[in-house]
C-alpha cells in the first residue's frame, strides 16, 4: 500500500473525518489510522489493500479472509459467496493471540525461541482464524470457549455457544437466538429458538447429505447426540441419539398416523405395507 493511496482515501473522506472517532464509520476509522502508520515505514512492508469487483473464487488468503469477514459480520448472507478452493489457497499455520505463524519459520528458530523463553502460545494449528480473534459479536451473544467458533460462521444476536461437543465452522450459523451444545458443520443454517442438543450433530455438504445444504427450521429440537442429515422445518423434534440421513427409513404406527392426519386435514398420507 502507497501513501498516494491514503491520501487520496482521506481526500474522498474528508466530509466525514470530523465526526469522534468512535463514532466514525469503520472505513473512516481505517483511513484515518492507516494516515498515521503512513508516518513509519510499516504501511508498505505490513499493509496491503484488497478489492473484490466480482465473486469468483479466491485466489489469494487475503480474498479468503475478506470473504469470511463479509460472512461473519453479516455483510454477506450465509452461502452467498464463493469459496470454492478456499482450502487449497490457505496454508495450515500457528495461531498465536490471532497472528498466523508460518509452520517451517517456528521450526527454524524452535531451539533458540524456547532457550530464551520467547517461544509463542500456540492456540490452534489450523487454515482459518478463530471467530473471536476477528469479530466482536453482539452484547447477548455467548461464546463459551474461543476454539468452538470457526472464522466466516454467522451467529446472529442471542446465539449461545456451549463448550464441550458445540462446534460452528465457516459459512454455517444461526438467523436467531439459538442455544448450541453440538456440532453445526459448514453450510449449516439453524433457525431462531431452536435447540442443537449435547453431542448432536447437523451434517455439511462434505459430510452426507450429497451436496445439499441443510436448514433447520426455528423452534426445532435437535437432542442429544442425535444425527441430522436432511432440511427440517419449524417445530420438529429429533429424539436423542436418533440418526435422520437422505436414505434413513421411519415407521408411524396406525394410531400415531392418526394423529397426524388429525392435525394436517389436508395432508395426504397413505397407509403401507
Given at each position: 500500500m502507497k501513501k498516494k493511496f491514503v491520501k487520496n482515501a482521506m481526500n474522498a473522506f474528508t466530509p466525514y473525518l470530523n465526526f469522534a472517532f468512535g463514532n466514525a464509520h469503520k472505513n473512516v476509522q481505517v483511513i484515518k489510522t492507516l494516515d498515521w502508520i503512513a508516518q513509519t515505514e510499516k504501511l508498505k512492508k505490513e499493509y496491503r489493500i484488497v478489492f473484490l469487483f466480482e465473486d469468483d473464487k479466491p485466489l489469494s488468503a487475503e480474498a479468503v479472509y475478506l470473504k469470511l469477514y463479509a460472512l461473519s459480520t453479516g455483510k454477506a448472507p450465509l452461502r452467498s459467496v464463493n469459496l470454492t478452493g478456499a482450502f487449497g489457497v490457505l496454508e495450515n499455520v500457528a495461531w498465536s493471540f490471532g497472528q498466523p505463524l508460518?509452520?517451517?519459520?517456528?521450526?527454524?528458530?524452535?531451539?533458540?525461541?524456547?532457550?530464551?523463553?520467547?517461544?509463542?502460545?500456540?492456540?490452534?494449528?489450523?487454515?482459518?482464524?478463530?471467530?473471536?480473534?476477528?469479530i466482536i459479536p453482539a452484547d447477548n451473544t455467548r461464546i463459551l470457549d474461543t476454539s468452538k467458533v470457526r472464522?466466516?460462521?454467522?451467529?446472529?444476536?442471542?446465539?449461545?455457544?456451549?463448550?464441550?461437543?458445540?462446534?460452528?465452522?465457516?459459512?454455517?450459523?444461526?438467523?436467531?437466538?439459538?442455544?448450541?451444545?453440538?456440532?453445526?458443520?459448514?453450510?449449516?443454517?439453524?433457525?431462531?429458538?431452536?435447540?442443537?442438543?449435547?453431542?448432536?450433530?447437523?451434517?455439511?455438504?462434505?459430510?452426507?447429505?450429497?451436496?445439499?445444504?441443510?436448514?433447520?427450521?426455528?423452534?426445532?429440537?435437535?437432542?442429544?447426540?442425535?444425527?441430522?442429515?436432511?432440511?427440517?422445518?419449524?417445530?420438529?423434534?429429533?429424539?436423542?441419539?436418533?440418526?435422520?440421513?437422505e436414505g434413513t427409513k421411519i415407521g408411524v404406527s396406525a394410531s400415531e398416523l392418526a394423529k397426524i392426519a388429525e392435525a394436517n386435514p389436508k395432508a395426504k398420507l397413505k397407509k403401507s405395507c
Open positions: 508460518e509452520l517451517a519459520w517456528l521450526r527454524e528458530h524452535e531451539i533458540e525461541m524456547k532457550l530464551m523463553g520467547e517461544y509463542p502460545l500456540i492456540e490452534s494449528v489450523d487454515k482459518f482464524p478463530r471467530f473471536l480473534s476477528h472464522m466466516g460462521a454467522q451467529l446472529h444476536p442471542g446465539t449461545t455457544i456451549m463448550p464441550g461437543a458445540s462446534y460452528v465452522n465457516f459459512n454455517a450459523g444461526t438467523t436467531g437466538a439459538v442455544m448450541v451444545e453440538g456440532r453445526i458443520s459448514s453450510s449449516v443454517v439453524v433457525g431462531r429458538g431452536s435447540d442443537v442438543g449435547g453431542g448432536a450433530s447437523i451434517l455439511g455438504v462434505l459430510s452426507g447429505t450429497n451436496g445439499n445444504p441443510v436448514s433447520i427450521g426455528e423452534n426445532t429440537l435437535l437432542g442429544a447426540n442425535s444425527v441430522t442429515g436432511i432440511p427440517l422445518g419449524d417445530g420438529c423434534i429429533v429424539d436423542a441419539g436418533i440418526a435422520i440421513l
